[in-house]
């Protein structure tokens, strides 16, 4: 697709999938809590942060490989889970765990995925797959999902833990957005624009794959009110511990913004914290991700590994989330984008694009092994102070 070859950046790949998708689809991925301060800082910290490269140095060999949680990556990038991306290109979330796959990186599946457990390990078996898990009220449910990741190879389990509701979303209120979609003028209108979205979403449809129709209760459900009925606000640490013995493999906890959370954690026995604050979609106020990140990998001591997401939409993002102490970056909007553009030639783009540019900038700066990369690419001082400037733009 000549389109997909022009894409010079993560960016123009959110202009075709902007193009392709239904408007409430389209604002479903984009969009995040509140006002969307939490959302706009991801981005807008990485933009903060100066590079201060070397020259003079051997580069000619370059190294971008890094090990996450015991899997040896081709890059310090893996694909975050993400609900619901069958419903953005059909059979998304096969396709991610393929391009996955191809790029010699992990990808983790939703447990609101729309393909199941079984459908993802079959597409693309040999891939580094994980299971990401939402505490869920049904505890016979939580044991089969979490023996289906099991036996169909999932290797490490994510556990979520900044969902015990979901944040309020605006954009989503705003454009009635529910699964399945609803048949409206507005939406018909809308889809007519869309035809290739459309010709998918009719031979494929939509559904929530890891669940039984049973336990969905039937009809057109905000995501929130599907969250607010299957899922456990009554967890906490105990519930984590209980959940990790049940897996008895390497588990991650992802949503963690506070030291002393990351501590928690690490004394629990998890393999990697995920700083993450949901890719702004949770609570709006909280800091950006990488405003974060410093104050937890001093809190982890390198007990554990150190992800990140949020905002990462360039390779530089993820080398300067390597300089403050991650070991490597999940990656949400910006393999969606690729998705929704074009399916799994898409997210093949998006991971070309972000291992080009990771390539290069080690080039650029000097230091040719993603292992060396630390505060010495940063301009002196390192991180800015973040604290002084979140603010509501009203
Ligand atoms: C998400 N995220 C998410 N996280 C999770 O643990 N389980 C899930 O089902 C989902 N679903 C989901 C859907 C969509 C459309 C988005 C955009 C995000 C959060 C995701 O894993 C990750 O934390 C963020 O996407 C990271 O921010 P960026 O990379 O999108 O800026």
């Given at each position: 697709m000549k389109t997909l070859r022009r894409a010079a950046e993560i960016r123009d790949l959110r202009r075709l999938a902007r193009r392709r998708l239904p408007h409430a689809i389209f604002e479903f991925i984009d969009g995040g809590a509140g006002r969307e301060i939490t959302l706009r800082a991801n981005e807008d910290d990485f933009a903060r942060i100066g590079l201060s490269p070397r020259v003079?140095?051997?580069?000619?060999t370059r190294r971008t490989r890094r090990d996450i949680v015991g899997f040896d990556s081709a890059l310090p990038v893996m694909l975050a889970p993400t609900g619901l991306a069958g419903l953005y290109w059909p059979q998304g979330e096969q396709a991610a765990a393929r391009a996955a796959r191809r790029a010699g990186v992990p990808f983790c599946l939703s447990t609101n995925s729309v393909a199941s457990i079984e459908e993802v390990s079959a597409a693309a078996t040999g891939a580094d797959l994980w299971f990401q898990y939402y505490f869920l009220k049904d505890e016979g449910l939580t044991d089969r999902m979490l023996a289906r990741a099991r036996a169909h190879g999932y290797r490490v389990l994510c556990i979520t833990l900044d969902l015990p509701v979901q944040g309020r979303r605006h954009r989503d209120v705003r454009n009635a957005f529910v699964v399945p979609p609803k048949v409206t003028l507005p939406t018909v209108l809308d889809a007519l624009r869309r035809p290739s979205w459309v010709a998918g979403y009719l031979r494929h449809g939509v559904s929530f794959g890891n669940f039984e129709t049973h336990q969905l209760g039937g009809g057109f459900s905000t995501i929130a009110q599907h969250i607010a009925s299957l899922c456990d606000a009554g967890a906490d640490w105990e519930t984590v511990r209980r959940i990790a013995e049940k897996w008895g493999g390497p588990w991650v906890v992802k949503g963690v913004l506070h030291p002393e959370d990351a501590r928690i954690a690490v004394g629990l026995g998890a393999s990697a914290v995920v700083v993450s604050n949901h890719g702004g979609r949770q609570l709006d106020g909280v800091p950006s991700a990488i405003s974060a990140l410093p104050a937890i990998a001093a809190a982890v001591e390198g007990r554990a590994q150190v992800l990140l997401d949020g905002g990462v939409r360039r390779g530089t993002d993820v080398l300067k989330a390597l300089a403050l102490g991650a070991d490597a970056c999940m990656i949400g909007r910006a393999f969606l984008w690729g998705l929704a553009a074009a399916g799994e030639a898409g997210v093949d783009k998006t991971l070309a694009l972000l291992g080009d540019e990771i390539d290069n900038a080690l080039a650029l700066l000097g230091v040719p092994d993603v292992a060396a990369i630390g505060p010495q690419i940063l301009t002196p001082g390192g991180a800015p102070d973040f604290s002084a400037k979140m603010r509501d733009p009203a």
């Open positions: 003079g140095v051997d580069v000619a």
